[in-house]
């Protein structure tokens, strides 16, 4: 079965821009779990998302934000883009014991 | 804070088994042991995972103590390709999601 998919995997911004990446999971996982993976700070939850409700969230700024859709599809916004928001961005796709993570989607903001 | 507690980086020569311990002391009776790795730059790989028996797949064998405070991770016959950071970390499957990753382990295969 097709994996994770994210979209676009890379994009480059500038500050105070925002930024929507998109994670199609695994048909039939309805969990979806962002996270931020930089060098410095390893990789770090975001948040998570559960038929369409925030279940879980990571100790990030309000400016990062995420919805998820009846079809479990999953979008992550991030407003007044810093430069310090620059790094790969991953989703998970979950089921029960199934977890699986996407490429992920590599931000940089210049 | 992570769960779990690796080391840093290991060496292995191509073609021995690569031993990868993580330990997680204060895992509950619930959660599951899983792993990952990770090759420069891409998502993190799903390996294995486990909850109290040993487990074996096409990849690697997960080897869980009785009291379920550490585990290894096993491949068998290492390839240049298994050059990557190898995550273990515990999750209750089927709960809310949010892992913590440790820093993993960073496993050299030599040729």
């Not at chain 1, 925030?54 to 079809?71: I, V």
């Not at chain 2, 290492?78 to 999601?97: F, H, K, N, Q």
Request: charged letters at 20%.
């Amino acid at each position: 079965k097709a994996g994770v998919t994210q979209t676009p995997r890379y994009l480059i911004k500038t500050r105070g821009q925002q930024v929507t990446l998109s994670c199609s999971p695994i048909s039939g996982h309805r969990s979806v779990s962002w996270y931020q993976q930089t060098p410095g700070q390893g990789l770090q939850f975001l948040f998570e998302y559960f038929s369409e409700t925030q279940r879980n969230k990571g100790n990030f700024p309000g400016r990062f934000s995420g919805r998820q859709f009846s079809n479990s599809r999953s979008e992550m916004n991030v407003s007044t883009l810093e430069l310090g928001d620059s790094a790969l961005y991953l989703c998970a796709s979950t089921r029960g014991s199934e977890q699986y993570f996407g490429p992920g989607t590599r931000l940089t903001v210049t | 804070d992570a769960k779990t507690t690796q080391p840093p980086s290991m060496d292995c020569a191509e073609g021995r088994a690569a031993n990868l311990p993580c330990n997680h002391s204060t895992i509950s009776g619930n959660e599951y042991v899983y792993w990952y790795r990770q090759i420069h730059s891409q998502g993190p790989q799903y390996i294995i995972h486990g909850l109290k028996n040993n487990e074996t797949n096409e990849m690697a064998s997960l080897i869980i103590t009785e009291d379920r405070k550490s585990s290894t991770l096993i491949l068998p016959h290492a390839t240049l390709r298994d050059t990557a950071v190898y995550y273990c970390i515990v999750r209750v499957a089927g709960r809310d999601d949010k892992i913590i990753f440790g820093k993993g382990t960073r496993l050299h295969i030599l040729p």
